[in-house]
């Protein structure tokens, strides 16, 4: 038996590739799925199933395209209903894998339909447990996180999740691993670790969710507390993963366009948004105003999607050479497939032509405590309340919306978040709104740090 984990960084997102005597299964598959078809054909093996743990909110799966290029039938858990062919399995159902068995167990409370995937080697001992977005290493999926369920609301999803961990998860093996669909940074969970997975039986002393003396009434007062809004896209990708997108290699080809200076000054004009996905270093000493900033090499396509948030919102990009297509793909993961083209040969085009550029002043993080002037950190409250400037304000990023006028004014003042990334994003974001007096603190809160202690 083979299992591989397929993590990608820029989504927090694991998903998983199974084998056993030639034949194959693929556990939430990113939108580009070459990899999976790679892997199987190397192996001499077949991908047999497409199992699905929930509709994803925080990106596009590649389900159907798998399928498609396979022929493989997608499976979800009970409670699902797409607009495409897929198999709806029922609780405790098995499906056959060369000489392994994978379970199907129903555990709503992230959403309803939301189900793990438990395998059972030839020697009937339980070996895995794909747990999706159900249970993270350290934490838990947060239910309804896309705030699409109009029957329940999250309180008492919270109590129905509780009764999924209790009577499905915590039963089982401890030493089975448990591999889940996200990581540390994702939207879908609080505190999820950084390790991508970890045995159950660590997870019952670690994960604050498998505390058998938990009551529910806790555990729900627990998982509720400080609950963030959820991104703009996370609707969106729900809708896609139910009832349908284009395949990755398609927007790809329509999206990636070569356009001049003129023809990008042209389109700038009409109602889109100029995404500048450069190094934050480049961005900040010049870039086409009004441009957004969201650095390739971040947590890249979530923060598109909080930023952006419409998918469908025209998008104009400014890209390192060659970085195009990657690029593209990338903001495809969370569905924005609506790519006007890119800026051909750079910002250095857009500069010879005599354009109009901005930029961002950085600051050291020894004027910041020198100099008085308003401090806005960026950062998560989780972030903020572990350690802060004393003076500072807390308006973080994910938040902006809400956040980005307030207390601002044309006076100087400080923009940090932890290492220089979100600063620059926010600065960028109040530029767009006309709000120029931002100076972005080099290194961000690790710099700043230093100085405290």
């Not at 002043?361 to 972030?383: C, F, G, H, Q, Y």
Request: proline share 4%; with cysteine.
């Amino acid at each position: 038996m083979i299992i591989r984990q397929i993590y990608t960084s820029c989504l927090s997102q694991g998903s998983y590739y199974i084998e056993s005597d030639g034949e194959s299964a693929v556990i939430d598959p990113l939108r580009e799925v070459d990899n999976y078809i790679s892997i199987a054909d190397e192996n001499n093996s077949k991908i047999k199933f497409i199992f699905e743990t929930h509709f994803h909110a925080d990106f596009v799966s590649g389900h159907l395209t798998l399928s498609k290029l396979t022929g493989a039938p997608i499976i979800f858990g009970p409670n699902s209903k797409t607009s495409y062919k897929s198999e709806i399995g029922n609780d405790n159902q098995e499906y056959k894998l060369g000489n392994i068995k994978i379970i199907l167990l129903h555990t709503p409370g992230h959403t309803m339909e939301s189900s793990c995937y438990l395998v059972i080697d030839k020697n009937n001992k339980q070996k895995a447990l794909f747990t999706g977005d159900t249970l993270f290493i350290g934490d838990v999926g947060i239910p309804d996180v896309a705030q699409v369920n109009d029957i329940l609301n999250q309180r008492q999803l919270s109590e129905i999740l509780y009764d999924s961990l209790h009577s499905k998860i915590l039963p089982l093996d401890d030493d089975i691993i448990l591999y889940p669909g996200h990581g540390a940074g994702s939207a879908c969970g609080k505190n999820i670790s950084k390790k991508t997975f970890d045995t159950l039986r660590s997870q019952k002393v670690n994960n604050y969710a498998l505390d058998k003396n938990l009551s529910k009434k806790n555990f729900s007062e627990k998982l509720m507390d400080g609950l963030m809004p959820c991104p703009e896209y996370f609707p969106s990708n729900v809708y896609l993963n139910k009832n349908g997108y284009e395949d990755v290699e398609e927007i790809i080809k329509k999206s990636c366009n070569p356009l001049s200076s003129s023809e990008f000054e042209y389109l700038s004009k009409k109602n889109c948004i100029i995404l500048d996905v450069r190094s934050k270093f480049d961005f900040s000493r010049s870039h086409i105003p009004k441009s957004l900033f969201i650095g390739l090499e971040g947590n890249f396509a979530p923060w598109a999607g909080s930023v952006i948030g419409d998918i469908k919102t025209p998008i104009l990009l400014v890209t390192d050479k060659n970085k195009e297509k990657e690029t593209i793909k990338r903001l495809a993961r969370v569905g924005f497939d609506n790519i006007l083209g890119y800026l051909s040969d750079g910002i250095e085009s857009w500069v010879k032509n005599g354009r109009e550029i901005d930029s961002i002043k950085n600051v050291s993080a020894d004027e910041i405590l020198s100099k008085p002037l308003e401090i806005i950190d960026v950062r998560t409250p989780a972030e903020y309340l572990k350690k802060h400037v004393k003076s500072s304000i807390n308006l973080p990023l994910n938040n902006y919306k809400k956040n980005k006028l307030k207390t601002l004014s044309n006076n100087p003042f400080y923009v940090h978040c932890q290492s220089g990334y979100r600063s620059l994003i926010y600065l960028s974001i109040l530029k767009k709104s006309g709000i120029h007096s931002g100076l972005n603190v080099k290194g961000g809160f690790k710099s700043i740090e230093k100085l405290l202690d």
